[in-house]
């Protein structure tokens, strides 16, 4: 029998709890529950999950710190849950390290999808298969997607699952430019619906651990008025 996926929730309203607790459950999810901020730290340093469901909105330590506080030492998948729609609150979350943004009100079967998705795109890097992928390399960047490292001049470069997708997306293709709209098809594997800010958001991360100055960079290069490449490292 498959193991079940553990997946910690944070979220202080009961009755979301529970719903979403009983649902997950019965897709053979391992949930383990935290009504509040300093609750769920606890638990994150004692168990080892796969995936944070987050509520931003929760006592004691806010939604935000407790996803600072994960980044901190994992890379684990998290996902915002939150009643706040707003450009600027999805753009702060994702800029704090989230992974996925879902707005409140939800279906449980939305949630379950972006789970499904978060996961899968993590785990196909700790696949136990014989043939390892070839490592990628350009200039002083160096990424082996069998162990899911990164390297830059040397040094390991912490990255969140899309942050490594969309660098291991243009390691592959050094040569294509891609559109917000294929970047956003291929990495979120969903149906571009106009949301350009997450992937916005993740480039923006992605030069910021990466690039001397993020404001000139020299790996994720813009393409005006089409997308996003990879620079000529040779």
Known sequence: MTLSHKILLVEDDAEISEMLTNYLSAENYEIHCAPDGETAC?????????????????????????????????????????AKDSEADKTLGLGLGADDYITKPFSVTEVLARIRANIRRTTQYSSTATDSPPVLKAGDLQMNPGDYTVTRRGMPVELTAKEFEILKLLLQNPKK???????????????????ENAVNVHISRLRAKLEDDAHNPRYVLTVWGIGYKLGDLS
């Open 42 to 82: 606890r638990k994150f340093d004692r168990t080892q999950f796969d995936l944070v469901l987050l509520d931003l909105m929760i006592p004691k330590i806010s939604g935000m710190d407790v996803m600072q506080y994960i980044r901190q030492s994992s890379v684990v998948p998290i996902i915002i849950m939150s």
């Open 177 to 195: 430019v891609y559109t917000k709209e294929q970047i956003y098809s291929l990495i979120w594997n969903d149906a571009y619906l106009g949301d």
